[in-house]
Every structure is written in C-alpha cells, then in structure tokens.
C-alpha cells in the first residue's frame, strides 16, 4: 500500500477544493488534493453563470467565457416581468474547473484523479484510487471539498438534509440573449425555473423540492418548462446534453471539527434562495487554505476555528436571510405572487429586515 505524508489533505477538486489547495500550495505547504471523477470540472452540474466580481477575483484569464451577461428577468405565474442589472459571464464551467486545478498544480498541489475519500482512522485516511488501488494519507488537517453529500461530512456527523433536486438540459438558442431569465410558476414548488444564455445554446433547468408520492417527477416538470420555451419563440426543444444534482438549501450547523474543515456545498455555503455557490466556493476555499496553511506552520490546530468565524463574517447574514425566506416561501407557496417580492433577491422589499 503507497503512503503520502502531507500537510493538507483536500477531498474534492471543485471551485472550493482547487482554491484551498492554490492558497495553501502558495505557501509552500505540501498539499495533496484527489478528486473521485477521471477528470477534473466533468460532468457539469452548473448553470454555468459567474458574477463579474469574480474574474479578478481568481485571475485566471478569460478562456472559459462563453459571453457576457447584462443581467437577470425574472418572469411571474401572473406575467410580470421584473428586470435587474447582473452584470456577469456564462462559462464553460469544466475549463474554469480545470484551470483553477492546474493553478493549483503549478504551485506544488499534488492531485490524483479517479482517487475516492473511503474512511478516516484518527490521523490517517484511507483512500481508493486508480484502478482499486488502496492508498493511505497521514495529512495534518483535512479539507472536505466534496460536494453537498459530503463524505467528509459524514465522518464528523454532518449530513445536509436539506438539499434541492435540479435537472438542466442543453438546448440551442433561437436569438443570442443578454440577460438570464428565471421563472417562477406554482408548478416547481420551492424553486425556479431557468434560461442561461451560453452564446448560441442555453442551459435550461429547474430545482425543485420533491415530496415522495405528493409531486410530479422533477423530469416531467423539466419537459413541459422546455416545450413552454420551445413555444414561446427562444429555443429549439431538442436536447444536446443534461445534468443533475443537488443544491444545499441550508448552511450546516458546523465547518471545523478536530483537523477537519468543511467548505464549499460540504459546508452550504451556497444561497438557498438563488442556488448560486460558485463564488462562495472558491472565496471560502482560499480562506480554508489559508487558515489550514496557518495551523500547520503554527503547530496550533486551533486557528482552523478562525476559518469559521471569517467566512461567516463575509457570508452569515447572506445565508441566514436568505434561509429564513426561503422557508417563507416555502410555507406560503400558494400564495407566491403576494409573497415573491419579499423571497427574491430582485425585489428591494427582499432586503428589508
């Protein structure tokens, strides 16, 4: 059986996981990242839009982008139309994946592809890689960056129960667009439809909440959404490629236990109203990395805490209100229309305390 030694193990190559591992490589810390899929940003689970913010945020050129985006239209059951400026990019979602990993790489991240997280045995974890190869790491502090079903997660008690089903197909685009469109109808309980302009196709999804036996297959609701767009003049119906996944709808309760942190969708940190998380993920991971750099240097485990507080400073609120109307939302469904403008972030009244 091979052993690594490292400093910092991250489990995930993600946004958050190739952040943390790019700050803490940076400062010359030994950093091993493996990652479960054969390669790194595929399959995609994203609507595959970033805030403008973010290029300089991650300085990593602008391969990825597809086209720019103006803003946001926001379609009501009763047929208003509510429109706000977004300024933004759709991106190919695996290369941005793929280029903040190589960033990573450059700077002296180790990463294994095709690599599972299995278990944990007080200071040594055990992982399968290549072709069941059974692999073992002694890292000092670890990094679950693996995604809203986190196996890292797992091994210190967390499990987000709170996680919202999405499906998203690939179509081609009728006339190129500038603005995302996101649609609310009764229909898809919880959540929103979506059309994010990719130059001459579109990502077209819905996330939903599911109650076993009480609505109809997220699949079918998906269908009829893209027939609607079909019909309406902005798509062509046929599909050229789909996803699905989950989206944490609910911070968890705790990021950092013993030499554990958790960060990313691990951690929900993603919105619970609008599902957007890539921002937070690779923001989030440069702290991870930063304050697990520190704590190895420092011999002291207990700075991984200030990770916690930093980025709850940063994001806390955000999350709490955005939590708290959700669960409005959710509650006085049938009555949407009243209640939108309190429920979604293009309205002013979504601010108010």
């Keep these: 059986m091979r052993i690594y030694n490292c400093d910092i193990l991250i489990v995930g190559a993600g946004p958050a996981g190739s952040a943390a591992a790019l700050t803490a490589a940076r400062k010359g810390l030994r950093v091993l990242m493996v990652e479960r899929r054969a390669r790194v940003g595929t399959p995609v689970r994203c609507a595959e839009y970033i805030p403008a913010p973010l290029l300089g945020e991650v300085d990593l050129g602008r391969h990825f982008v597809v086209q720019p985006i103006r803003g946001m239209r926001t379609f009501l059951p009763g047929g208003e139309i509510k429109e706000m400026l977004a300024p933004g990019f759709t991106i190919r979602r695996d290369n941005f994946d793929q280029t903040l990993a190589d960033a990573a790489r450059e700077a002296g991240a180790e990463i294994l592809l095709s690599t599972r997280a299995l278990s944990r045995n007080k200071n040594e974890v055990l992982l399968k890689g290549k072709n069941g190869l059974p692999l073992k790491v002694k890292p000092t ?12 997660g797992r091994w210190i008690g967390i499990v987000n129960r709170n996680l919202i089903p999405a499906v998203q197909v690939r179509v081609p685009l009728i006339h190129r667009m ?6 609310f109808k009764k229909e ?21 909440k599911q109650e076993k036996g009480k609505r109809e297959p997220i699949s079918h609701v998906l269908k009829r959404f893209v027939s609607r767009l079909s019909e309406e003049g902005k798509i062509r119906g046929e599909a050229l490629g789909n996803m699905a996944g989950w989206i944490p709808a ?5 990021v950092i236990y013993e030499n554990i ?15 957007a998380g890539v921002s937070q993920a690779v ?5 991870a990395g930063n304050w697990a750099a520190c704590a190895v240097e420092e011999g002291d485990l207990g700075l991984l805490s200030e990770y916690e507080k930093e980025w709850r400073d940063l ?9 708290t109307r959700r669960q409005l939302m959710e509650k006085e469904w049938d009555r949407l229309e009243e209640i939108i403008k309190y429920c979604w972030i293009a309205y002013r009244e979504y601010y108010s305390p």
């Design 141 to 152: 502090v670890i990094i679950g960056a693996d995604g809203p079903r986190s196996t890292v």
């Design 283 to 287: 923001i989030c991971g440069r702290m």
């Design 250 to 254: 609910e911070p968890v309760r705790k």
């Design 261 to 275: 942190m958790l960060v990313g969708d691990a951690a929900g940190q993603t919105h619970p109203i609008t599902g």
């Design 315 to 323: 994001y806390g609120d955000t999350l709490e209100r955005a939590f």
């Design 178 to 183: 500038e603005y995302t469109e996101v649609h």
């Design 188 to 208: 898809i309980y919880g959540g929103y439809g979506w059309l994010f302009p990719k130059g001459h196709e579109a990502n077209v999804g819905i996330g939903m």
